[in-house]
């Protein structure tokens, strides 16, 4: 089994910065593509920020600029530097990650995390 836990969501003011991490855990051959989506309430969810294995990035236009994604290929672990965040920054945020697993090495699927919340408020 995979397991995926983020971390780092909460309440900041407009212009603030806060960090999310996803740390996955279980039977992990290898991991290729991270990232992150994010769905506000009433909208669909949307791509935020993936990296590649190779550390390769890709984001959305809304957060080019103010968003940074990393990896740590040793720790499984990607994260989610934001700044200058914004009230329409507001949604729970997911982590994601196509991983192999030991049993199926040649194949892949995504994994998602539960959330974490993020509040962009004053």
């Known amino acids: 089994q995979v397991q995926l836990v983020e971390s780092g969501g909460g309440l900041v003011q407009p212009g603030g910065s806060l960090r999310l991490s996803c740390a996955a855990s279980?039977?992990?051959?290898?991991?290729?593509?991270m990232g992150w989506y994010r769905q506000a309430p009433g909208k669909e969810r949307d791509l935020v920020a993936a990296?590649?294995?190779?550390?390769?990035?890709n984001y959305a236009d809304s957060v080019k600029g103010r968003f940074t994604i990393a990896r740590d290929n040793a720790k499984n672990t990607v994260f989610l530097q934001m700044n200058s965040l914004k009230p329409e920054d507001t949604a729970v945020y997911y982590c994601?990650?196509?991983?192999?697993?030991?049993?199926?090495?040649?194949?892949?699927?995504?994994?998602w995390g539960k959330g974490t919340l993020v509040t962009v408020s004053s």
């Open positions: 279980g039977s992990i051959f290898r991991i290729n593509a």
């Open positions: 994601y990650a196509f991983i192999a697993t030991m049993t199926a090495p040649s194949n892949g699927m995504n994994y």
């Open positions: 990296i590649t294995i190779g550390g390769s990035t």
